[in-house]
Structure formats: structure tokens, C-alpha cells
């Protein structure tokens, strides 16, 4: 670390990193720059390897009137969806490379509690994957629900919007083949999932369209159409 201008800066490597010895994350490496003034902590060249893809920006942590807080703009790169799910002990039925970008912000009373008071926003697209639930299956039947399969995909992408309540996918576009689906997910803290989506399904003499409704959790995953 070096002084400059009252304030303490310096670079960061870190390789095999966990956040503590039980902590489902490990970073293959993390390197960025840091600047500490005393009060305010900013790391900038944020370069961070984890799940088969990287985390690029910056961050600034702080604390204000005694409250731990956090801002941050990220641009996430081929990451691989089944190890981050697998990561946050969600399972590892949804597969694809996933790369968005968000900034989010938050404040609260504890430093442990900091990530789950965040909201922000911002957009994904995941290419070359599957969803953990079979969509053309729920369209078939054409009403109750079905649980399992796999409903493969090139590309789903969407705006991001984080609240403390969930994370929530919206204008979600999916394209698989014949198969098409725009909508919304919400998928709440504790794992739920819910929303909407309308499938577009061509076959070889028409062309069916039907809502759907995702339900269950992201580890077991249910989906109900209904006309």
C-alpha cells in the first residue's frame, strides 16, 4: 500500500480465495486496485474469477451514521449457470453461460446483512442452456402441471431488477427451435419462483400459443399451462 493525497491505495491478488473456510463461493483469483481515505473503501479494476467466468467493475463499501452500506456496477462474463446455482445451494437443474451486467446499491444495520438489503437493475442474456422444467411438455398437455424434463434454449435474455423481496426477470425473451416464450420470472429470496410467460410453439401444421406460469423453486421447478 502506498500513501497518496491522505488516503492509503494499493493492488490485490488473491488466488483458490473463499470470504471463510465454509463459504460455497471460491474465487479462482481476484485482482483490482483499492483506495482506503479511512472512511470509504474503493475498489476499482475489479477482476474476479468464480464459476467458469469473470466479474468485472467496481465497488465501494462505507458506512454511514454507524450503517454498513455498498454501491457497485458489475459486468459478469461467461459464467457458468449450473456451478453459480450450485454456488448459492439452488441446485443445479437450470444449465447455460450467462453474462449481464447491474449496478446495485445497499445499506444496513450489520455488514452480514448487507447483500440481502440490495436493490438494483440491469440485463442478462444466457445462451446454449436449458431451463430445469419441460415447457413443450406443459404446452402438449395443455393444462396442469408438470415437474422435470429440461427445455433447451440458444438464448433467454431480459432486464434484471433486485429488490430485498426477490429477483425479478423481466421482459424475458426465450428462443428455442420452434419454441418461443416472452414474459416474466420473479423468483423470491427464499428460492420461490413465480410469473408468467407466453409460449409461442410452431409444429408442422400450426402454431399453438398458451400462457404458462413457472412455479416451485429453482432447485425443483414446476410449470402449469393453461389456456
Not at 483506495?35 to 462505507?62: K, P, Q, Y
Not at 455488514?111 to 440490495?118: D, E, K, P, R, Y
Not at 419441460?134 to 393444462?143: F, I, L, Q
Not at 423468483?187 to 406460469?213: I, Q, Y
Amino acid at each position: 500500500l502506498q500513501e497518496r493525497d491522505g488516503s492509503l491505495a494499493g493492488d490485490i491478488e488473491a488466488y483458490a480465495w473463499r470470504l471463510h473456510e465454509q463459504s460455497r463461493f471460491r474465487f479462482d483469483s481476484i485482482q483490482a486496485h483499492l483506495l482506503w481515505n479511512g472512511a470509504r473503501l474503493e475498489i476499482t479494476s475489479l477482476d474476479a474469477r468464480i464459476f467458469g467466468g469473470a466479474v468485472l467493475g467496481t465497488l465501494v463499501l462505507d458506512t454511514q451514521q454507524g450503517q454498513p452500506g455498498i454501491a457497485g456496477n458489475l459486468d459478469i462474463k461467461h459464467m457458468d449457470i449450473q456451478r453459480l446455482l450450485g454456488g448459492l445451494g439452488e441446485g443445479e437443474k437450470h444449465q447455460g453461460e450467462f453474462a449481464g451486467r447491474i449496478s446495485f446499491g445497499a445499506r444496513s444495520a450489520s455488514w452480514a446483512n448487507l447483500l440481502s438489503a440490495a436493490s438494483g437493475e440491469g440485463t442478462f442474456v444466457a445462451t446454449r442452456g436449458a431451463l430445469g422444467v419441460d415447457v413443450v411438455e406443459a404446452v402438449r398437455r395443455g393444462k396442469g402441471s408438470v415437474q422435470g424434463g429440461a427445455t433447451r434454449f440458444e438464448q433467454m435474455s431480459g432486464n434484471v431488477r433486485i429488490t430485498p423481496e426477490s429477483i425479478r426477470l423481466t421482459d424475458v425473451s426465450l428462443s428455442s427451435g420452434l419454441l418461443k416464450a416472452n414474459g416474466m420470472i420473479d423468483v423470491a429470496r427464499d428460492g420461490r419462483v413465480a410469473g408468467r410467460l407466453d409460449v409461442e410453439m410452431r409444429g408442422s401444421a400450426n402454431l399453438v400459443r398458451m400462457p404458462v406460469a413457472p412455479a416451485g423453486t429453482l432447485r425443483d421447478p414446476v410449470i402449469s399451462a393453461g389456456r
